[in-house]
């Protein structure tokens, strides 16, 4: 896998890329199943600070649209993305299903 940020580091938020800054590699396997809770963005909160964007360790924030949109297939439901959103954006809500 080429991280993107390490060959090309961006000096303006628009280029910072929309998606994952990894190649699709090893972690294909949806990882969905097994979360209890999930992150939830109220786009009201949510600046597009991209904070949560940087610090998701699985890459599964991404921008759409001018928005911050969770790719849940793959999120873990670690809850780092809440904890790194200071301005209370990220709420972790039970899943369902469970
Ligand atoms: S850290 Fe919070 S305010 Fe910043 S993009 Fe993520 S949800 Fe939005
Ligand atoms: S809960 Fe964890 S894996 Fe899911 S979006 Fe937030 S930081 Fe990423």
Redesign the pocket.
Known sequence: MKPFLRENIPTDLEEIPDAPAYEAGYLVTKNAGW?NV??VIDPLKCTVCLN?YL???????FRKDGRVE?DYD?????????K?CRLGA?E?EAEKNG
């Open positions: 979360r999930r992150p949560c610090h998701c360790p699985d890459g599964v924030i969770i793959f999120c873990k439901g670690c809850g780092i993305c809440k790194i990220i972790m």
